[in-house]
């Protein structure tokens, strides 16, 4: 008869043995992530100085100890600013339909991997920032349907409260000022009564400030910008991305003297785009910079977040899927597509020479689905 084997310790190494295996509850360890992307320089380095990574920057990602499987993988940035209570509710609406699942009005889908999740509010953000004098930032909250933060921020003036994208480093308390609709008397005095840029974008360039495109320097990184004179913005909104301003095409005014005709912006895909002059745009970076590298640990923080399960192609059927049959694990000699034939890497192009983008100066550098050459 087999007899099992008993191990035999010494007193003060069982002892050791048994309190190592005491696991506390789920800490958090500070954790820095990996090195981030370059930020985009100017065409003229001369106009911008080259920093460093950004990995100095990142406020450490927040890691558990390993106590559920669901808080091995768990990385969640670090945001104690953030605002711990609703939102204010005059400023939200509900978001009907979380049942529909990515289905339209005849009931079919025409948005795949869609259900489910958290009931939402829709937060009313102002995108124009028209109302001109001075706003008090009152808090930094989280926003479900985006990935940046918002400020809700009061006008001094009349107490009016709004939503705004929050700037990276924007905190409670902060004053910010649009000069969307013109440069305050107050601010032309104290210049001496002659707009000198110089001087001017001294006074009003600062983060979480938005005025019209023109007024900033070059090589300022801007998020939340516009493209027409009137509107609000509609590029760099989402989480730690921004705009540099490499250029501005000046041509002789109808009084003499040289006005701004466009501004050239670099975005951050590598894309080169002219915008008007009057276009809208905020000085600084989104915030919520760190979220590129948050992980959510388990499947359910996905289905949380109103994600459905992704299947692969090449795990489906032959009817389900150009990719899918075949024995193993193989596409079948066929180049990627979607389940409906149309290439998945680079798509079909739509640009042609009749149909010219004609704000685009540059476009960003594409692959076409090949890896890029290191």
């Known amino acids: 008869m087999l007899q099992p084997r008993i191990c035999r310790l010494h007193p003060t190494g069982l002892r050791r043995a048994f309190t190592a295996s005491v696991r506390s509850y789920a800490t958090a360890i500070d954790h820095v992530p990996p090195p981030a992307y370059e930020p985009a320089i100017v065409a003229n380095p001369g106009v911008l100085q080259t920093q460093g990574p950004r990995q100095d920057k990142f406020i450490p990602l927040r890691t558990y100890k390993p106590r559920t499987p669901g808080l091995r993988h768990l990385k969640r940035p670090v945001n104690d600013h953030l605002w711990k209570g609703r939102p204010l509710l005059k ?26 999740g958290h009931k939402r509010r829709i937060r009313i ?20 349907n985006r990935s ?43 210049m001496g009564g002659v707009l000198d840029p110089g001087m001017l974008a001294a006074k009003t360039a600062s983060r979480g400030n938005c005025l019209p495109i023109h007024m900033v320097p070059l090589g ?38 040289m006005k701004v005709e466009s501004v050239i912006l670099r975005l951050q895909s590598g894309e080169i785009r002219r915008v008007s002059p009057d276009a809208c745009c905020t000085i600084g970076v989104a915030s919520n910079i760190q979220n590129h590298f948050a992980q959510l640990g388990k499947a359910g923080r996905a289905r949380w977040l109103g994600k459905r399960p992704e299947v692969r192609g090449v795990a489906m059927n032959a009817a389900d899927h150009p990719h899918g049959g075949g024995r ?15 290439p998945a890497k680079g ?15 540059q476009d960003r550098p594409r692959n076409q689905g090949k890896r890029r050459s290191r």
């Not at 705004?164 to 910010?176: L, N, T």
């Open 347 to 361: 798509g079909y192009k739509t640009r042609y020479k009749r149909n010219k983008h004609t704000f685009l100066v």
């Open 125 to 144: 953000v102002d995108y124009k920032r028209y109302l001109p004098g001075k706003h008090v930032v009152d808090r930094i909250e989280y926003d479900p």
């Open 91 to 116: 400023l939200t609406i509900a978001k009907k339909g979380q049942h529909l699942g990515g289905r339209n009005n005849t009931g079919r889908v025409t948005v795949r991997h869609r259900g489910g």
């Open 148 to 190: 940046a933060h918002l400020a809700l921020v009061t006008r001094v003036e009349t107490g009016e409260k709004s939503y705004i994208v929050a700037a990276d480093g924007m905190r409670a308390g902060d004053e910010i000022e649009s000069y969307r609709t013109g440069i305050p008397q107050e601010l032309i005095k104290e």
């Open 220 to 257: 300022t990184q801007v998020y939340n910008v516009g493209s027409k004179t009137k509107g609000g913005g509609v590029f760099c909104r989402s989480a730690g991305t921004y705009a540099v301003i490499v250029n501005k095409d000046e041509v002789e005014g109808s009084k003499g003297g």
């Open 328 to 342: 193993g694990k193989s596409k079948g000699n066929v180049k990627p597509v979607s389940p409906w034939g149309t």
